[in-house]
């Protein structure tokens, strides 16, 4: 099983924090394997919206995913579920005021199947990595803005 957390502290209001971090739009901008990220449908974000992304995998591969948010409370927590793609890792975002602004816990967790299980260990650190490089772009952005 993969499951690890990555906890990152942001010197802005949490509202921004999470505005920024669950808009499909900007995340290429802070996730920089992202190719792309579209909300399906035309209504507000919310659980059950779906996002089809592409991100740019070993070798500039690029792997298309289907992502479900499974939980959406502004300003405190944000979900996604994988519903379709190579990975079945989940997210879950949590925003909480401190005196400095906003810490966010980033929690990535699931279950490989297939070949992928043999690969866990490498996936889990490759991941944490590359999870904790995302959260410290996403700092930087925001708090050079």
């Not at 992202?34 to 089809?52: F, I, K, N, Y």
Request: include cysteine; proline fraction near 8%; glycine fraction near 10%.
């Amino acid at each position: 099983m993969i499951d690890f957390t990555v906890e990152t502290h942001i010197a802005r209001p949490v509202g921004e924090v999470f505005a920024y971090a669950t808009d499909p739009a900007k995340l290429d901008t802070w996730q920089t394997n992202t190719v792309s990220a579209v909300q399906e449908g035309d209504g507000p974000l919310g659980v059950g919206t779906r996002l089809r992304e592409v991100h740019r995998g070993p070798g500039g591969k690029e792997m298309p995913s289907v992502v479900e948010v499974s939980a959406y409370e502004p300003g405190a927590r944000f979900g996604l579920r994988m519903v379709e793609g190579p990975l079945p890792v989940h997210a879950d975002l949590t925003f909480a005021p401190n005196d400095s602004g906003t810490v966010l816990r980033f929690r990535a967790f699931g279950q490989p199947t297939g070949a992928m299980r043999l690969l866990q260990p490498v996936l889990q650190r490759t991941l944490r990595r590359q999870f904790t490089e995302h959260c410290q772009n996403l700092k930087r952005i925001l708090e050079t803005a």
